[in-house]
């Protein structure tokens, strides 16, 4: 089975841009988790998606957002980037929403804000 | 506030000593995974737990759901070892991951 996989795997962008990443989970995979990773605050929880619906939502401003398409593939969309946005973004899929469930992690997307 | 606590966060090791990471949480938990990371970022999960203990080759895990406290052991460490392992929680109210900071692992040969 292919692993979970992002694109892009870099990107550069200015402040007061929007970007746009995307996930795409294993065959079978209903749910997408979408993480920040920071070298000050660690690994922080965005949200999550299940069979399209937002399940969850973690302590982040609103010009994070993200969506879930039929197919379980899913974007991520960060608005007005801030110098602090710069980060490794991370996403991971599991078959269910269940936290027993083991979480397959893609290998990320670094985004830089200059 | 930090709801997951990990020590030591940083860890040097010669070959072939056996290593202990612990992880102490303060939320309700269903389940604790352990999850490593190596330099290029990515993240494999290397156990799910929901009580007692696990092991897999030479890693055991432990959680003590009383105590709300999960310890990771390398025995008969490698320099392959040397990665970033973070403790993962999955909270049983909110429903989502808590992560601890991680731990550095660096085993000498």
């Known amino acids: 089975k292919a692993g979970v996989t992002q694109t892009p795997r870099y990107l550069i962008k200015t402040r007061g841009q929007q970007v746009t990443l995307s996930c795409s989970p294993i065959s079978g995979h209903r749910s997408v988790s979408w993480y920040q990773q920071t070298p000050g605050q660690g690994l922080q929880f965005l949200f999550e998606?299940?069979?399209?619906?937002?399940?969850n939502k973690g302590n982040f401003p609103g010009r994070f957002s993200g969506r879930q398409f039929s197919n379980s593939r899913s974007e991520m969309n960060v608005s007005t980037l801030e110098l602090g946005d710069s980060a490794l973004y991370l996403c991971a899929s599991s078959l269910t929403t269940r936290r027993a469930d083991t979480q397959y992690f893609g290998p990320g997307t670094r985004l830089t804000v200059l | 506030k930090n709801e997951v606590e990990q020590s030591p966060q940083n860890l040097t090791a010669q070959e072939g000593e056996f290593i202990t990471i612990n992880c102490s949480y303060s939320?309700?938990?269903?389940?604790l995974h352990w999850l490593q990371q190596h330099p290029g970022g990515g993240i494999v999960s290397l156990f799910m737990?929901?009580?007692g203990k696990k092991k897999h080759g030479r890693l055991i895990a432990t959680i003590n759901i009383q105590e709300k406290h999960s310890s990771l052991h390398i025995t008969a460490s490698h320099p392959r070892d040397s990665a970033v392992y973070i403790c993962a929680p999955g909270s049983n109210t909110g429903n989502q991951f808590y992560f601890g900071t991680g731990t550095s692992l660096t085993v000498i040969p």
């Open positions: 939320v309700g938990i269903s389940a």
């Open positions: 737990l929901s009580s």
């Open positions: 998606y299940f069979s399209e619906t937002q399940r």
